[in-house]
């Protein structure tokens, strides 16, 4: 089956390319600050999945989707998560097979640090610009987190990716 040629909208690049900057600059700037743990994005990602599951824990199945990759993929990175002390396994209570992944108190705090260092460096750089121009990234957001949504595929109207680093 092949498909129609279609010839992106001009801005659709220049805006993944401005988002993709802007976080590569502000965890440079954070880890320059010694604001942020050294994590590579999909374990910041993962952390931040295990950790919005609480205590009760997130099978290694659920990770992989809410990641939208494959099951080793996501068991590899939590396997280094937790050679870090960053994360935990337990079997589940029900049958003793399954496994559950929680944070540590350790990956809980780095998870919190990432995100902390994250919004220091933003900061930084939000007074140095115009009330126009913070206004114009603030009202940027609800068409970004749709963006993400139609990317992620079809999820719940209302819904909005919360995997982001």
């Known amino acids: 089956m092949t498909t129609a040629a279609h010839t992106p909208h001009p801005d659709a690049v220049a805006v993944i390319e401005a988002v993709g900057a802007l976080w590569r600059h502000a965890t440079e700037a954070a880890r320059d600050q010694a604001?942020?743990?050294s994590l590579t994005p999909a374990q910041v990602r993962t952390l931040r999945?295990?950790?919005r599951a609480g205590a009760k824990g997130i099978t290694p199945?659920?990770?992989a989707a809410e990641l939208s990759v494959s099951r080793p993929l996501a068991s590899d990175t939590v396997r280094r998560l937790e050679q870090g002390g960053l994360v935990e396994r337990r079997r589940t209570p029900q049958d003793g097979r399954s496994v559950l992944i929680s944070t540590t108190a350790r990956g809980a705090a780095a998870e919190r640090s990432f995100h902390s260092g994250l919004a220091v460096a933003m900061d930084r750089a939000f007074v140095q610009l115009s009330?126009?121009?913070?206004a114009a990234l603030a009202a940027a957001v609800p068409a970004l987190e749709r963006a993400g949504d139609l990317l992620h595929g079809d999820r719940g109207e209302g819904e909005t990716a919360?995997?982001?680093p």
């Open 35 to 37: 604001l942020l743990p």
């Open 49 to 51: 999945i295990i950790a």
């Open 61 to 63: 199945a659920a990770i």
């Open 131 to 134: 009330t126009e121009e913070r």
């Open 162 to 164: 919360s995997t982001t």
